[in-house]
């Protein structure tokens, strides 16, 4: 049996917490090294080659381990967002969304829907072709994302419509952001290299009141907003009103 390379020892030999046995494997990942796994011991050559097989099978198991922690993470990020705008996809919001609309419903804490729709999108797929238009939803939400605050859930509701949830906000506030995002959509080229084209977006808004029993109601009612912004000329933001009967 082969014996490990001696210790060598650094400080005081009479210390007996001096440790006088070291070894140390490498964590692989294919040709990166993601950490190292020691073992010490106050005894002088404590270790022999039989211990750094333990301890290198260990180091594997260790790779795998974090290999398949890296890949659940990817797998859970994944299944969250939208693989072309990078925003939250429907799925996630709604699973976000309830919880907060529960959270102000029951607190009676303001709440407001931004539901947005690209105008005449067909037209861009058509003039310009899909790629293009995907070009187009990407920088869109983009530009939308920089106007929002970090617990705005923002997220792509279908093809071309995209949705915010505002906590905290009521609709003259989530109005006025729905507004800021209008005008930065409205006035930024998006590139394509040697042309540039630009779009517009209709834009419907509504508070939580306590007449509305549900999240699927008060998405209605933000969707009805914009329907009322596309019927009135679109590249406007609406508010929701409550009809009188
Ligand atoms: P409006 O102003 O009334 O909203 O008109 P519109 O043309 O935007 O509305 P319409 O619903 O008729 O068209 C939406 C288009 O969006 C149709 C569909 O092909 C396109 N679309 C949906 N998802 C995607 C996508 O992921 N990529 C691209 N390039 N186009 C998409
Ligand atoms: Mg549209
Ligand atoms: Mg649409």
Redesign the pocket.
Known sequence: MQEATQAIVIGAEEDPTQVRSLIVVPIRLGKEIKGVISAQSYRPNAYREEDRESLEMLATQTAIALENNSLFSKVQEMAMTDS?TNIFNRRRFFELADAEFERSHRYQHPLSIIMM???????V?DSHG?AV??IV?KQVAAICKSSLRTVDIFARYG??EFVVMLPETNAEEASYTAERMRSLVARTPISLGDKSIQVTL?FGVVELDESCKNIEELLDRSDQALYAS?HNG?NRVSIWQKKTE
């Open positions: 072309l729709d690209i105008d005449h999108f067909k037209r797929n899909h238009g995907d939803l093809g071309e209709s596309k679109r």
